[in-house]
């Protein structure tokens, strides 16, 4: 069974900084993608960076370049986000989801139709 289970959400101050990380089990690691997105209250889910754990790749949304880094641990089959300066747009749940990388319909972004598998997501907030 393909489980994704996110954690490190929480309350921090604008311009702080929280590493979520994204837990997977159930199917072979490298050969997958995992994706950040978040979805805030009334707002559609937006995807927020990707990488594909075959060549290491790594895709960023414009709004989080420079801020969010995108990483992963292969003996833990964890990926992280690593949020820094993080600022009153950046609250939401935060989810991460899997997508076979060899899938016909992966196109390397964070389209969140073509990704299979979805964790329950962690919450974000931001004070200002």
């Known amino acids: ?13 604008a311009g702080g900084s929280l590493r979520l990380s994204c837990a997977a089990s159930g199917f072979l690691f490298d050969d997958y993608a995992i994706g950040w997105f978040r979805q805030a209250p009334g707002k559609e889910r ?3 960076s990707c990488i594909r754990k075959s060549d290491g790749s790594t895709y ?9 880094t995108i990483s992963s641990d292969n003996a833990k089959n964890t ?13 939401a749940v935060y989810y991460c989801a899997a997508v076979n990388s060899g899938s016909y319909y992966y ?7 073509e990704y299979d598998y979805w964790g329950q997501g962690t919450q974000v907030t931001v004070s200002s």
């Open 107 to 113: 196109t390397g972004r964070v389209n969140s139709d």
């Open 1 to 13: 069974e393909v489980q994704l289970v996110e954690s490190g959400g929480g309350l921090v101050q």
């Open 60 to 68: 960023y949304v414009d709004s989080v370049k420079g801020r969010f």
């Open 79 to 91: 990926v992280y986000l690593q949020m820094n300066s993080l600022k009153p747009e950046d609250p």
């Open 46 to 48: 937006e995807g927020v």
